[in-house]
């Protein structure tokens, strides 16, 4: 059984900080890369971040470099988005998925093996 659970979505002011949990299990964690993506309402989704241990490369959009990181445990089969500085519009339901090896540099979902089911993040001004 594949799954994805991710944790840690709530609310925060602007301006604060949130860490979101993808805990991963029924595949081997380091194999995979992992990426978040959100999707706010009326809006598509669109890629945040994604990291590959195989090679080690992170990617982050635009509107979030130098505000998130993407961080994993392969111990704990768990992945993390630390969120800080939040602004209203990264409100959004987040969700972790992974592929196998390597991340689209273009954050594309085109190579999504497994989605989680989201975690709803709210942003207040």
């Known amino acids: 059984e594949v799954q994805l659970v991710e944790s840690g979505g709530g609310l925060v002011q602007a301006g604060g900080s949130l860490r979101l949990s993808c805990a991963a299990s029924?595949?081997?964690?380091?194999?995979?890369?992992i990426s978040w993506f959100r999707q706010a309402p009326g809006k598509e989704r669109e890629g945040v971040s994604c990291?590959?241990?195989?090679?080690?490369?992170?990617y982050y959009t635009d509107s979030v470099k130098g505000r998130f990181t993407i961080s994993g445990d392969g111990a704990k089969n768990t992945a993390y988005l630390h969120m800080n500085s939040l602004k209203p519009e990264d409100t959004a339901v987040y969700y972790c998925?992974?592929?196998?090896?390597?991340?689209?540099?273009?954050?594309?979902?085109?190579?999504?093996?497994?989605w989680g089911k989201g975690t709803l993040v709210t942003v207040s001004s």
């Open positions: 029924g595949f081997t964690f380091d194999d995979y890369a």
């Open positions: 998925a992974a592929s196998r090896w390597y991340c689209d540099s273009h954050l594309g979902d085109r190579a999504i093996k497994y």
């Open positions: 990291f590959s241990a195989s090679d080690g490369s992170t």
